[in-house]
C-alpha cells in the first residue's frame, strides 16, 4: 500500500487534538449472506428497523462523524434524515485488552453520549469505530492470544452496552503490515482478527448488533505479507466494510507527482505508476478474493489533499475557457506542503513514541466546504472564475488550482459524487461512507451521491 508511509506525515501534521483520535482514515453470518441479492437501485433509508445482525440488503448510507470537529458540526445537526446511520470516531487501541484510550480524554464520552442519543433520536443507527491511522498501535496484541481475544471482546461488549451503541466498526490499518510508524504488527495477524470477530459475533451481548470494518483498497494481507486471495470468511462476520479510497494520492506520495485523493477508476491512467489505486481496482481486488459486493460500502472523501504547484507546470494555457483556466494533469509539485482550510492548525515538530520526529507543519486538508470558505469554490461549489480547473476523465475527480497562491487541490465535487453514486449502483455495492460528516457544505456531495444511486 502506497499511501501508508506518507500518511505517517500526513497524520503527524494533525493537530494535537486529531492526533490523539486519527483520522482514517460491522451480523451473523452464513452462506445466506452471500446469496442475498444486490441493493434495489433505489434505496431505502430504513432507519434503525434492521436491527437483525444478519445478511440484509438494506442500502447503506453512512458517515463518520470526526468527534475533535464537534464544534464545527454538532451531532444534532447530523442530516440524519439522509443517512441510515453514523459512526463516532474514535476510541484507540492500547496496550490492554481490558482498555481503549481516547474516549477518556476529556469531553469525549460526552461527545459519545450526545452522539447517540441525536441518532436515536433521528431513529438512525449509532456505531463506534476503533482504531484509526494512530490508534491502530495495540490491535494486533489485543487479537494475540485466547485470552487477550476474550479480554478484548468483552471490552467491546462493554461499550456496546455502556455507550447504547448499534455496532462497531473496526478500522485496523492495517493487519499483518506496516501502518503508522508505532505500530506493532505480525504475521497472524489477519487469522488472529478474524478468530477475534467470530468471538465476537457469537457473544450475546453482540445479537442483533453491526459489526463493519474500515479497509485498505487491497484485501487483509496473509502471513507471508502478500494480500490474501480469499478473505471470504470475514464476509460471515462483517455486516459490510467500507474501502477507504482515499489518500492515494497526497503531498505525501513517491515523485511529488500531484494526483487524484480518491479516483474512481485508475485503470485508465496512460502511464502505469499512476495506477496506485481506486474504487474499480478495489472492488475488483477484494471481489476476487472472495469480497462479495453486495457487502462492500465505497468509503468516500469530502475534503481533497492540496500540493504547492509552480504555474509554468500548472497551467496549460492563460486563456479562460467556460471562464477558468485549463489545467494540466500529473503536474510535478514544490516539497513546501501548504497550509489547507480553517481546519488545518500548524502542528509544531514533535517525536512520535517510537522516537521519530515529525518535522513541523500543517496537513494541507482542504474540506469541501473550506475550499468554498478560501475562495476556490463558489457557495454552490462551481469553479471560481479565474481559476486554474480540470476534471480528469479517468479519476473522474476534480483539480483547482489559485493562481495567486499558486496551490493546487485534488478533491471531490458533486459531478465526482455523482460518478461515483453510478458506480455504487451498476457495480450492486451495498452503498457509500462519508469520511467526514463536517467535510461537506449544504450537503452538496451527500445530495449528489444519493441523487445519482436513486435515479
Ligand atoms: C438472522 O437473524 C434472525 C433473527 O435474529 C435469525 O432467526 C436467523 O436465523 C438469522 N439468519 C442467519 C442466516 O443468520
Ligand atoms: C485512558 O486510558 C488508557 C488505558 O487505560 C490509558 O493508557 C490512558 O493514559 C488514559 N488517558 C487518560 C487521559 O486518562
Ligand atoms: C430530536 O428530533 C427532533 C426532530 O425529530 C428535533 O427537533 C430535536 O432537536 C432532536 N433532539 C435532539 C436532542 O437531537
Ligand atoms: C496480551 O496482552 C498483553 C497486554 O497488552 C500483552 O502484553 C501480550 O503481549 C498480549 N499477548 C499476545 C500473545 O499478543
Ligand atoms: C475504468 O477504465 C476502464 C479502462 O478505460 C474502462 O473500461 C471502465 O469502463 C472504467 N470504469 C469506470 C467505472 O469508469
Ligand atoms: C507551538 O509552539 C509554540 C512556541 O513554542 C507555542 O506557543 C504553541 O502553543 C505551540 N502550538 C501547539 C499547537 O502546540
Ligand atoms: C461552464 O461552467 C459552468 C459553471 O461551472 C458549468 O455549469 C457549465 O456546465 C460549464 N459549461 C461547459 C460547456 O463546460
Known amino acids: 500500500m502506497l499511501y501508508m508511509g506518507p500518511l505517517t506525515t500526513l497524520l503527524a501534521l494533525l493537530p494535537l487534538s486529531a492526533w490523539a483520535a486519527p483520522m482514517c482514515k460491522l451480523r451473523s453470518g452464513s452462506a445466506a449472506a452471500s446469496s442475498t441479492p444486490p441493493p434495489a437501485a433505489t434505496p431505502t433509508v430504513s432507519g434503525s428497523s434492521s436491527t437483525s445482525g444478519n445478511a440484509s440488503s438494506d442500502f447503506i448510507a453512512t458517515t463518520w462523524y470526526a468527534s475533535w470537529h464537534s464544534s464545527t458540526l454538532s451531532a444534532q445537526d447530523i442530516s440524519w434524515d439522509k443517512y441510515t446511520s453514523a459512526t463516532f470516531a474514535f476510541a484507540t487501541t492500547v496496550d490492554d485488552p481490558t482498555a481503549v484510550g481516547y474516549l477518556n480524554e476529556t469531553g469525549v464520552a460526552d461527545d459519545l453520549r450526545v452522539f447517540v442519543a441525536a441518532a436515536h433520536n433521528a431513529t438512525k443507527e449509532a456505531y463506534l469505530t476503533i482504531g484509526g491511522w494512530t490508534g491502530s498501535a495495540y490491535f494486533s496484541v489485543n487479537v494475540g492470544s485466547d485470552a487477550n481475544r476474550t479480554a478484548f471482546v468483552k471490552t467491546m461488549v462493554g461499550l456496546v452496552e455502556q455507550y447504547d451503541l448499534d455496532g462497531l466498526d473496526f478500522d485496523w490499518e492495517y493487519p499483518g503490515t506496516t501502518g503508522a510508524d508505532c505500530n506493532i504488527y505480525q504475521p497472524d495477524d489477519t487469522a488472529n482478527f478474524l478468530s477475534f470477530l467470530q468471538a465476537l459475533r457469537q457473544d450475546p451481548g453482540m445479537t442483533g448488533k453491526k459489526i463493519t470494518a474500515a479497509t485498505s483498497i487491497l484485501p487483509f494481507v496473509g502471513p507471508d505479507g502478500a494480500h490474501s486471495t480469499d478473505v471470504s470468511a470475514f464476509a460471515d462476520v462483517f455486516d459490510y466494510i467500507s474501502i477507504m479510497n482515499y489518500d492515494v494520492w497526497g503531498s505525501f506520495s513517491a515523485n511529488q507527482m500531484v494526483g487524484p485523493n480518491a479516483p474512481l477508476n485508475d485503470t485508465c491512467v496512460s502511464d502505469p505508476s499512476q495506477a496506485q489505486g481506486s474504487a474499480v481496482s478495489a472492488v475488483a481486488a477484494w471481489t476476487s478474493a472472495g469480497f462479495p459486493a453486495n457487502k462492500i460500502v465505497l468509503g468516500v472523501a469530502s ?61 494541507g486538508v482542504f474540506n469541501f466546504f473550506g475550499l468554498i470558505d478560501k475562495g476556490f469554490l463558489d457557495a454552490i461549489g462551481n469553479p471560481v472564475a479565474g481559476k486554474g480547473y480540470l476534471f480528469d476523465d479517468c479519476s473522474q475527480t476534480p483539480f483547482i488550482y489559485d493562481v495567486d497562491s499558486q496551490v493546487m487541490v485534488s478533491y471531490d465535487n458533486a459531478q465526482s459524487f455523482a460518478a461515483k453514486g453510478d458506480f455504487i449502483k451498476q457495480s450492486g455495492l451495498r452503498g457509500f461512507a462519508m469520511w467526514e460528516a463536517a467535510g461537506d457544505s449544504n450537503d452538496i456531495l451527500l445530495d449528489s451521491i444519493m441523487g445519482a444511486i436513486s435515479s
Open 303 to 363: 475534503y481533497g489533499h492540496s500540493y504547492q504547484v509552480d504555474q509554468s507546470k500548472a497551467l496549460s494555457s492563460t486563456t479562460p475557457t467556460n471562464g477558468t483556466l485549463p489545467l494540466n494533469a500529473w503536474v510535478q509539485h514544490e516539497a513546501t506542503q501548504p497550509a489547507g482550510d480553517a481546519l488545518d492548525a500548524f502542528a509544531n515538530a514533535s517525536t512520535t513514541s517510537c522516537g521519530t520526529t515529525v518535522p513541523a507543519g500543517y496537513s
